[in-house]
């Protein structure tokens, strides 16, 4: 597709379970962030990869909190034992490459943990 | 200080006349800065890129940026109601390749 694809768009979930969030970056764009907004607050910076890699995990805010990137395309975002907490706005941005280029966001999944 | 600062606003500026967002920034952020435009509800969507110090020309916006004052603008001519959204301000963190947001200056332009 032409710009970064999110799923799902919408993602209601009991506290405590397990949610699994996905992420296709712009085609040949090497470099994936995951960013979050909460209600009324700015976007927070979660992880970011460069190919399959994440070289700076310092935003994840608890161990509850994981990612992975395979074949340098596709991401996931899993979160475990979700809290009132995590519901947020889970963005997924991308980029040509790490050269502080511009980063080109996802329509995001709006999570609500219950 | 934060990081990367905004006036929360809202500004509002009629029809036609030009929209002027500002945003400061502290030593910790660099090299590159970012204008986003978030509607309600949407994700933020790219509207500038500026690098180095001048103004910077896209249509109906011009981006600014002073380093040594460590500012940067965004200027909307002839606004628009449909430019009535929030702007993001977003620079690089130095050293690092995450993108650190200002909390958004929300316009509202009245027909």
């Known amino acids: 597709g032409a710009g970064v694809s999110q799923s799902p768009s919408n993602k209601v979930t009991e506290k405590g379970k397990d949610v699994e969030l996905r992420c296709d970056p712009i085609?040949?764009?090497?470099?994936l962030y995951w960013y979050r907004q909460s209600l009324g607050q700015g976007l927070e910076f979660l992880i970011y990869?460069?190919?399959?890699?994440?070289?700076?995990k310092s935003g994840l805010p608890s161990d509850r909190f994981s990612a992975e990137r395979t074949g340098g395309s596709v991401s996931t975002l899993t979160i475990q034992r979700t809290q009132q907490e995590d519901s947020a706005v889970y963005l997924c941005?991308?980029?040509?490459?790490?050269?502080?280029?511009?980063?080109?966001f996802g329509d995001g999944t709006r999570l609500s943990i219950l | 200080q934060k990081e990367v600062e905004q006036n929360s606003g809202p500004l509002s500026v009629p029809e036609g006349a030009i929209a002027s967002l500002n945003c400061t920034y502290s030593?910790?952020?660099?090299?590159?800065f970012f204008w986003y435009r978030q509607y309600s509800g949407k994700s933020p969507e790219l509207i500038m890129s500026i690098y180095s110090n001048g103004d910077k020309e896209d249509g109906r916006f011009t981006a600014q940026l002073n380093k040594a004052s460590q500012y940067v603008s965004l200027l909307i001519r002839d606004s628009q109601p449909s430019d009535s959204a929030t702007y993001l301000c977003?620079?690089?963190?130095?050293?690092?390749?995450?993108?650190?947001f200002g909390t958004g200056t929300r316009l509202l332009v009245s027909p």
């Open positions: 085609s040949g764009h090497t470099a």
């Open positions: 941005a991308s980029s040509l490459d790490l050269n502080n280029q511009p980063q080109h």
């Open positions: 990869f460069q190919g399959n890699s994440a070289p700076d």
């Open positions: 977003a620079a690089t963190e130095r050293g690092f390749q995450k993108l650190v």
């Open positions: 030593d910790r952020v660099s090299q590159s």
